[in-house]
């Protein structure tokens, strides 16, 4: 089943108002990441508004989608994409933001924010968590049914590119390919950049899709900021029962204002009052 | 209770018995190793829940944190390793991804103190309460003996929170029994002496040998008791100064690092609440290295003689 223009249409209006709410809360907090926000929000809002099985009115529902943000400096696309949906209102997250005693901590915190699926922040650790709930879930799958997988449950990550330079997501990697996790299906924001300068300059990534082909998982490479693009990959992804699959989205890290855009100082930087303006009058 | 032959057995054995009666006990109890499921004594669970066990590979990292994405999906994750890798290696991903979550998995470090003893000193750990007990969240669990390891395996499981056990490799003395109480955060004196003029708090196998002490000194004239201190965080602050309330001295005994250890936090309470003379017994920031058990607690100052001179010390400073 493909996506429709009109949906694609809708999601396009919903990256949009996600990014603004990115840009507000940014410049209300006065320090964050601006570019992994803005570069993702495509993908954010395809998860939130179509992919993810999941109901903001019931956020601990046990038959929900998992969604493990494995990169938590991005979490101004995760609160704003989140709000937009519905889980707690626009208003508190642009207030509240890396405020003293809110629950939009610097990087995600599940104590302050339950609706959470995990604290995050350190990189690196993400996948493996997201392996050790998709295992969770086949095993009680396994034991209900004599063998028989029943459970349609999803398991995403969303990592970013330069945090594949720590060596758990290696060994996460793996083991998802031995445990034949085909639950699980891994975002990779390859946006290039990473806090001090280009991934391939500081580490090199590449040839980044061979080696998770080289480590057995199903892979595919997209453009991150198109949804009918998006939706294909997740369509595939969906179908390995025994595999474990990553999407390697391509993003222009900053996008949608061109003042942010492709540039590492933007990685780690909130936009000024005065820049904030300037952007949100480009996100019309 | 310090008979001359006791039955020797060591903790991390007592722990595989424990999982076990965990896993009978409970469906959600998983256990994961990172290729030390012998060592960690994890087979005999292994073997009778095959499809409740997880090897994951020499990767503790990622241990770490698939437990806790288990735990989070409401199953009971046992992990096991050698004490230098889980806590050492992966002690970031336990504290971000199992504490800062205050996921219920259970940390199971084997080999810890200088039990690893012809390995060297790479492999033994002297710094795992120091490591664990520092983390919010955390429940430290240091057993004295085999039937202690399983009954804090068994207690591990039912609590909902992170708790890291301590193992020993070492075929040590059976201390107590099956009848002896085990709670988690209780403090147990297992000999009291009448108007102490020390008191011994020990925790881990090593127990054993303040025992001796304790009862060897009582011999000529000085009276000691002796407490059991099992769960090192949270501390039973209660029973610990009252014991220093009543010797008016304390000497800590503990098979690891004096800087951050079992007396570091005895110290910490005792500073505050009710400050008397303290002498610790322990490794004085020194790294392990080859040798028999016992030469090396000898070598590293961990024996029943230097135990004695400890409460010997102690004594002088109540002046």
């Known amino acids: ?284 | 209770m310090t008979n001359q032959q006791p039955k020797l057995k060591s903790t991390r054995a007592g722990f595989g018995e424990g999982l076990v009666l965990a896993g009978e006990k409970d469906k959600r109890v998983v256990a994961l190793t990172a290729d030390l499921k012998e060592s960690v004594c994890m087979s005999v669970f292994a073997e009778k829940f095959p499809e409740r066990f997880i090897e994951v590979g020499v990767a503790e990292q990622n241990l770490a944190g698939v437990a806790s994405g288990m735990a989070a999906m409401g199953k009971i994750p046992f992990i096991g390793s050698f004490a230098i890798f889980s806590p050492g290696r992966n002690w970031e991903q336990i504290r971000t991804t199992i504490c800062y979550n205050n996921q219920p998995v259970k940390i199971i470090g084997s080999h810890a103190g200088l039990s690893a003893s012809a390995d060297g000193g790479s492999h033994q750990m002297l710094e795992d309460i120091a490591l664990t007990r520092v983390l919010p969240n955390m429940i430290v669990l240091s057993p004295c003996d085999a039937i202690e390891a399983k009954k804090m395996a068994v207690a591990a499981a039912a609590i909902n929170k992170p708790v890291y056990i301590r193992l020993s490799r070492a075929e040590t003395p059976i201390i107590t029994s099956e009848e002896t109480p085990f709670e988690i955060g209780k403090a147990e004196m297992v000999f009291e002496a009448k108007k102490p003029k020390v008191g011994i708090i020990a925790t881990g196998p090593i127990l054993h040998k303040a025992l001796i002490a304790a009862k060897e000194l009582s011999e000529s004239g000085v009276t000691v008791s002796v407490m059991n201190l099992a769960t090192i965080k949270p501390l039973d602050e209660k029973v610990v100064i009252k014991l220093a309330k009543e010797t008016g001295a304390i000497v800590t005994v503990e098979e690891h690092q004096i800087a951050g250890g079992m007396g570091s936090a005895v110290a910490e309470l005792l500073a505050q609440k009710e400050p008397v003379p303290i002498e610790f017994v322990g490794v004085r920031d020194q790294f392990g290295q080859t040798g028999t058990y016992e030469e090396l607690l000898n070598l590293y100052g961990l024996s029943v003689l230097k135990i004695k001179q400890a409460v010997r010390r102690v004594m002088k400073k109540k002046g």
């Not at chain 1, 604290?119 to 209900?144: F, H, K, N």
């Not at chain 1, 639950?183 to 899709?209: H, S, Y």
């Not at chain 1, 595939?236 to 855009?261: R, W």
Request: hydrophobic share 40%; net charge neutral; charged share 25%.
């Open chain 1, 1 to 284: 089943m493909s996506i429709s223009q009109e949906k694609i249409k809708q999601l396009k209006q919903k990256a949009n108002e996600i990014r603004r709410t990115v840009i507000e809360t940014l410049v209300n907090a006065g320090s964050g990441h601006t570019a992994g926000p803005l570069g993702t929000a495509d993908i954010f809002a395809y998860l939130f508004f179509h992919a993810l099985n999941h109901d903001p009115k019931k956020p601990d529902w046990s038959e929900r989608d998992r969604l493990i943000v494995s990169n938590g400096h991005i979490c101004p696309v995760l609160y704003a994409a989140m709000a937009q949906a519905g889980y707690f209102p626009v208003r508190d997250l642009i207030k509240g933001l890396r405020k003293f005693g809110s629950p939009f901590q610097g990087h995600p915190q599940r104590k302050f924010l339950p609706v959470l699926e995990t604290s995050s922040g350190p990189l690196g650790e993400g996948l493996s968590q997201a392996a050790g709930m998709a295992l969770a879930e086949r095993m009680s799958d396994i034991r209900r049914f004599d063998g028989c997988l029943t459970s349609s449950k999803l398991f995403f990550c969303i990592l970013s590119d330069a945090e594949l330079q720590e060596g758990n997501i290696w060994e996460a990697i793996m083991f998802a390919n031995k445990e034949q996790l085909g639950n699980l299906i891994a975002i990779v924001d390859r946006n290039k950049i990473q806090i001090g300068g280009f991934t391939e300059k500081i580490m090199p990534l590449e040839p980044l899709r061979e080696k998770w082909e080289a480590f057995n998982w199903h892979t595919a490479e997209i453009n991150g900021h198109d949804f009918q693009e998006l939706d294909e990959a997740i369509s595939a992804a969906k179908e390995f029962s025994t595999k474990p699959s990553v999407i390697i989205a391509h993003t222009i890290p900053g996008k949608s204002v061109k003042e942010f855009e492709n540039k590492p100082e933007w990685h780690g930087r909130a936009p000024s009052k005065e820049e904030g303006e300037k952007a949100l009058k480009e996100l019309q």
